[in-house]
């Protein structure tokens, strides 16, 4: 069974960091590109970033390019997105996904930026 689970968040004045974790189980991240999105009050979900199944291609969406980071660790099975220079804009619930036949996604877990 797919399971994505999301640490990490919280709050944080404007300009501050974040690292938020993905723990996955079910399947090994190794073989998949891994994505994280992100979705503010009465907005659409928007993907955040993207890793590729061996790290070697990352792809940011504008709003955040500079700012965030996404990795991974193979061996723990875990995606990474180190969220630095952070603003209220960001603030919404971000989630870990990955795509194995259809989207599989996390439960999220809040960030809040305060100005």
């Known amino acids: 069974q797919v399971q994505l689970v999301e640490s990490g968040g919280g709050l944080v004045q404007a300009g501050g960091s974040l690292r938020l974790s993905c723990v996955a189980s079910g399947f090994t991240i190794s073989s998949n590109a891994m994505s994280w999105y992100r979705q503010a009050p009465g907005k659409e979900r928007e993907l955040v970033a993207t890793?590729?199944?061996?790290?070697?291609?990352?792809n940011y969406a504008d709003s955040v390019k500079g700012r965030f980071t996404i990795s991974r660790d193979n061996a723990k099975n875990t995606v990474f997105l180190l969220m630095n220079s952070l603003k209220p804009g960001d603030t919404a619930v971000y989630y870990c996904?990955?795509?194995?036949?259809?989207?599989?996604w996390g439960q999220g877990t809040q960030v809040t930026v305060s100005s």
């Open positions: 890793i590729t199944s061996t790290g070697g291609n990352t």
């Open positions: 996904a990955v795509y194995l036949a259809f989207w599989h």
